[in-house]
């Protein structure tokens, strides 16, 4: 097929020449809609599969949003897999249900239950890489959408051609039509007969993006006729000045110098933003302004209903209890493999790496299964009825046994530390020895090396 015949293979093929999203030979899971932006995707990835062996799996979800008409998309999806002989999964959701349960708009719903079926889907075939139809329309589109809502330089910044997925880190999101516009990508349908559905939900304004796409684009071009290329110029630099902020954060976050108050305000609230999104707390705006601004000041998070949130003066984030009482559970997300938080006057420090031979043994410092672990954990107080596995134990027994067996005062107890893995089995607690479900084993992978320090002893009746 000549290239041009073909503008979107061409060109496609061009850039993934120029910028491999995806090495020869690997399986790609292939989000399709049955519209034309996603067929056209099929098509072209179809024909690239040729060139770099690749092995493509069609995935499906049915928001069931529209009645009939997200059925008939389903079954145009399932017939168009398998006329071309390919794999296909296919999954439902209650976006509607799923968007009123939780607070959130349909739009942020259906991307939710979206983006964990395709992570779902990359598991079950064995995939690492996901690939949409997004385009560079869509780009100018969510670059308004975000710039509406007060995004920063990454919200502005828009998609990327190839980024983690936001259900699965592990997995990535390609998406190779980034460099054409939507007309291009129809002209290449009609020169090629690709057969599509059309959405009709696309011109109703119940949604931002349609607006945004029919009312407001078109009113800034009569302004600004090359609008497509200053926005994609303003993502650009946005983008690469992002990039610049997020390196001098991370370095921050790993050696602490200088101190937090000399930092610019820039890196200073990405440092902040990094953090709360570690312990899983929507890093807006006006919370990162307060934590910013006001060192050691008490700040109430909605949520919390027995903990205050805080900055210290160099630059931590910490949880401290309303009224005497003791802070909320904490939930950390250890997907970045490393990092630190304060929690009630203890600091922790965990780096997920490939396991090395064993570690020596060290005051404070445990080392674990990373994937016994998981990838979100919780931190929290000692409650009754807690119990535990330490290692060389057949079964788990209450924690308040190995408590008095340890000779630990009761005083002492509801003030140490216990950790929680994501399937919400205990795998750490202070002051006693490692869990048997996560210790390391000769078929461990990752280890996950976790370590700890008090601020002051915690002391009780002469027990430290």
Known sequence: MPEEQASAFGAVRRAMSRVPLVPAGQRIIVAVSGGLDSMVLLDVLQRLALVYDWKLVVAHYNHQLRGRSSDADERFVREAASGVGLPVCVARGGVRTDAKRRGISIEMAARRLRHRFLASAAHKHGAKFIATAHHADDQVELFFIRLLRGAGADGIAGMRRSSPSPADPSIQIVRPLLCLNRASLR??????????????????????????????????????????????????????????????????????????????????????????????????????????????????????????????????????????????????????????????????????????????????????????VGRCIRLRHWLPGDRFQPIGMPAPVKLQDLFTNAGIPRDLRSSLLVAEDETGRVFWVEKLRMSERHKLLKTTRRRLKWSWQREKPVVANGYI
């Open 187 to 372: 002209d290449y349908a009609r020169t090629q007969g690709i057969k599509h559905r059309e959405d009709k939900s696309n011109q109703s304004p119940e949604y931002l993006r349609n607006r945004i796409r029919l009312e407001l684009l078109p009113l800034l071009r009569t302004y600004q006729p090359g609008l497509d290329d200053t926005v994609a110029r303003v993502m650009d630099i946005a983008a690469v000045e992002g990039d610049f902020v997020e390196a001098a954060a991370l370095l921050w976050l790993e050696k602490r110098k200088p101190g937090f108050h000399k930092l610019h305000p820039a890196v200073q609230r990405r440092c902040l933003r990094q953090q709360l999104a570690h312990i899983g707390l929507n890093p807006d705006f006006a919370l990162i302004e307060k934590l910013r601004l006001q060192p050691d000041t008490p700040i109430s998070i909605p949520g919390r209903a027995k903990a205050h949130l805080l900055r210290t003066t160099a630059g931590n984030l910490r949880f401290v209890p309303k009224s005497g009482g003791t802070p909320a559970p904490l939930t950390v997300d250890l997907a970045p493999n490393n990092g630190a938080l304060e929690y009630d006057g203890v600091r922790v420090l965990w780096k997920r790496c490939a396991r090395r031979g064993l570690p020596n043994r060290k005051p404070c410092v445990e080392y674990f299964d990373a994937d016994a």
